[in-house]
């Protein structure tokens, strides 16, 4: 089993930037793995924002992210970032990191860290 720890949320302007962090443990490699973020509004169903395959790195967003977020990962630090740029007051969700096998239910989650954009 995977654990995954969230960290970067918080309180930021329209139009600003926040970079959040997802750091796993419990696994010695992610090879045949991929790892996503997620949110969550009030009253919203969770939603995808964006995947990487963690070992050829292959990335894949939604279409509302249109090259406002950027994900990234470090291997030796087995942390996955997602850059979110330009936030609008429509991006206040809590954010999830997921992992789990390519083509399969995403097996692990981490707890979420809370995103808000004021206008």
């Known amino acids: 089993q995977v654990q995954l720890v969230e960290s970067g949320g918080g309180l930021v302007q329209a139009g600003g930037s926040l970079r959040l962090s997802c750091t796993a443990s419990?696994?010695?490699?992610?090879?045949?793995?991929?790892m996503g973020w997620f949110r969550q509004a009030p009253g919203k169903e969770r939603e995808f924002v964006g995947s990487?395959?963690?070992?050829?790195?292959?990335?894949i967003y939604a279409d509302f992210v249109k090259g406002r977020f950027t994900i990234s990962r470090d291997n030796a630090k087995k942390t996955m970032y997602l850059q979110m740029n330009n936030l609008k007051p429509e991006d206040t969700a809590i954010y999830y990191c997921?992992?789990?096998?390519?083509?399969?239910?995403?097996?692990?989650w981490g707890q979420g860290t809370q995103v808000t954009v004021s206008s």
């Open positions: 990487i395959l963690w070992t050829v790195g292959s990335i």
């Open positions: 997921a992992s789990g096998p390519p083509g399969s239910s995403w097996a692990d």
């Open positions: 419990g696994r010695t490699t992610f090879s045949n793995s991929r």
